[in-house]
């Protein structure tokens, strides 16, 4: 016997705005500006800027006013989306030219203390494709190591796999998506995306929505969204960062500087390429001619609405990781004085507290990113690290303690090599109370031999 009953549901879904922001956010400079393209490719209301001196705030006053009788657009208009008023932000930095391979081991380096680790990251960067796909199975890097742990190699290379471009490092085309799809799916579609992915590539192709929707169970619509997030996800993780010359073209999304005059650091968020948007002002005037159609009005408000969230999303982007390389400019400022010697710790939580934002949000702003400094290049996320207590003055970044021991071997008398228990005293002379074998782990990591095999 059938019946029909009612039943109330509550679920947090993301506003198309949110959704909006979340993907841009998401992007490097480099893939925004690729963003931006496309976008005013399939929306025709939207457009560059070609008078930076226009009132733009009065613009999407203006525009807001007209559709504001569509319940779902944005209060929150921005205040001037060509950001004037975050002049300095903005200013453009030199781009420079880094090895995908150097990159990816100067991360391991960071992220990983033990020598067989270390070592087994370093066979999985070295059999890494031009796509940047491991054609390498995980047995044979292991026999190459002299192990026969399975899970130690895996362990190393779903390490790797969290380095930049995303997706870098998968054994193929379902685990490259899916390792993008994590960072760029809502909460609501990270299931269904993640079984697309793993069971429906061959339909999501075909865009057989409605037999991959009755497959799943899942709504149409819902499918179509994953699709959609599917589509935008990149197959071939490396191929854009590999020019002819073998090199990887990154533009910085922030820049720290110190000024000629004033000797001060200073942050700047990279616009390059980013232009001034607009609605275009045709399309508005339409909306005044009373022998307008009603789809055609619904057509221009909606692409309207797109574009707006579209423009407010790129604003936000702006001012959250402007807010980030304020934070990390205050807190890491003896970094950028000294190097990675003095780098302190710092962790998302840190950020996310003290700009009073998720900690997921943060992720999102520095995923795939990287910060020009006085000492080089390094992905944001390079500048984050737990601490080792110490006694009087807080923590100190493991980090910089590896820096520090490198420095101290690199000044050592040849004759006289630094023991490990000599290194701990140097560093307890400083309020630093490390451990021997803590010393010992961090030496090997940085590949240095003991004193006995160092002595000339």
Not at 221 to 244: F, G, T
Not at 356 to 362: F, G, L, P, Q
Not at 407 to 418: D, I, K, Q, R, W
Not at 435 to 440: C, F, G, P, V, Y
Request: charged share 30%; hydrophobic share 35%; with cysteine.
């Amino acid at each position: 016997m059938l019946r029909t009953s009612l039943q109330q549901l509550q679920k947090q879904t993301l506003s198309p705005i949110m959704q909006k922001s979340i993907e841009v956010l998401l992007l490097p400079v480099m893939d925004l500006n690729v963003a931006i393209d496309q976008e005013i490719e399939t929306n025709p209301l939207l457009e560059i800027n070609e008078d930076e001196t226009e009132n733009l705030k009065t613009q999407a006053e203006d525009v807001f006013n007209k559709i504001k009788a569509i319940e779902s657009l944005p209060n929150n208009i921005p205040s001037n989306y060509n950001n004037d008023d975050e002049e300095n932000t903005y200013e453009r930095p030199i781009v420079k030219y880094i090895e995908l391979e150097e990159n990816l081991l100067k991360e391991l380096k960071y992220e990983l203390d033990d020598p067989l680790e270390i070592k087994i990251g370093e066979l999985i960067i070295g059999n890494l494709d031009s796509d940047g796909y491991l054609k390498v199975t995980l047995e044979d890097i292991a026999e190459s190591v002299g192990t026969d742990n399975i899970n130690l190699v895996e362990k190393v290379l779903t390490t790797i796999q969290t380095f930049g471009p995303e997706g870098i490092a998968a054994r193929d085309l379902k685990e490259c998506l899916a390792l993008q799809a994590k960072n760029k799916c809502p909460d609501d579609l990270k299931t269904i995306t993640a079984q697309i992915i793993s069971e429906y590539l061959p339909e999501l192709a075909s865009k057989k929505y409605l037999q991959i929707a009755r497959k799943l169970k899942e709504n149409i619509e819902k499918v179509k969204q994953a699709a959609k997030i599917i589509s935008s996800l990149d197959p071939k993780p490396a191929r854009n960062l590999r020019p002819i010359k073998g090199d990887i073209y990154i533009k910085p999304d922030i820049t720290i500087s110190k000024d000629d005059d004033s000797e001060i650091y200073k942050a700047h968020v990279n616009r390059e390429g980013i232009p001034s948007l607009r609605i275009n002002k045709t399309y508005q005037e339409m909306l005044n001619n009373s022998a307008l159609k009603p789809e055609e009005k619904e057509f221009i408000q909606d692409n309207i609405k797109k574009a707006l969230n579209f423009i407010q999303s790129i604003d936000q982007r702006g001012k959250t990781i402007h807010k980030i390389a304020e934070y990390i400019l205050e807190k890491q400022k003896d970094f950028f004085q000294d190097g990675i010697s003095s780098l302190i710790p710092m962790t998302l939580e840190d950020i996310a507290q003290a700009l009073d934002r998720n900690k997921s949000t943060i992720s999102r702003a520095i995923s795939n990113k990287y910060i020009d400094t006085p000492h080089g290049m390094f992905p944001i996320k390079a500048l984050f690290s737990q601490g080792i207590n110490e006694q009087a003055n807080g923590s100190v970044a493991s980090k910089s303690i590896k820096e520090e021991i490198w420095g101290l071997v690199e000044e050592e008398e040849p004759s006289a090599p630094l023991s490990d228990s000599d290194i701990q005293e140097h560093f307890s002379k400083k309020g630093l109370q490390i451990a021997r074998r803590t010393i010992s782990k961090y030496r090997q990591s940085l590949r240095i031999l003991p004193s006995n095999l160092r002595k000339n």
